[in-house]
Nanobody, 125 residues
């Protein structure tokens, strides 16, 4: 298991930017692929982005492609989600999660074994 703590959420206006961070501790961070998901009340958790264990590959949901960028710093045991041109529909609780590095980049929620507590992102008009 990997212990994950998200930060960086907040209230912003539409069109603004935010950068989320997820600090990891526990098992070797660099051995895990990492992902970001989001969830709004009453809906299932939605995939946002994922990055391979050494950062060579990234994968995005169509809804955020071109606006969000996932990155990681294995020396700092941290994964980031840079969110630009935020829209009202980006409002959600954002979670980071870890999946086994051996399976590569994935968007399948059941393959992620460790989750953070979430950070709220609210986009206002």
């Amino acid at each position: 298991q990997v212990h994950l703590v998200e930060s960086g959420g907040g209230l912003v206006q539409a069109g603004a930017s935010l950068r989320l961070s997820c600090a990891a501790s526990g098992r070797t961070f660099s051995g895990n692929s990492m992902g970001w998901f989001r969830q709004v009340p009453g809906k299932e958790r939605e995939f946002v982005a994922a990055i391979s264990s050494i950062g060579g590959r990234a994968y995005y949901a169509d809804s955020v492609k071109g606006r969000f960028t996932i990155s990681r710093d294995n020396a700092e045991n941290t994964v980031y989600l840079q969110m630009n041109s935020l829209k009202l529909e980006d409002t959600a609780v954002y979670y980071c999660a870890a999946s086994p590095g051996a399976i590569g980049v994935t968007n399948e929620v059941e393959l992620f074994h460790s989750w953070g507590q979430g950070t709220q992102v609210t986009v206002s008009s």
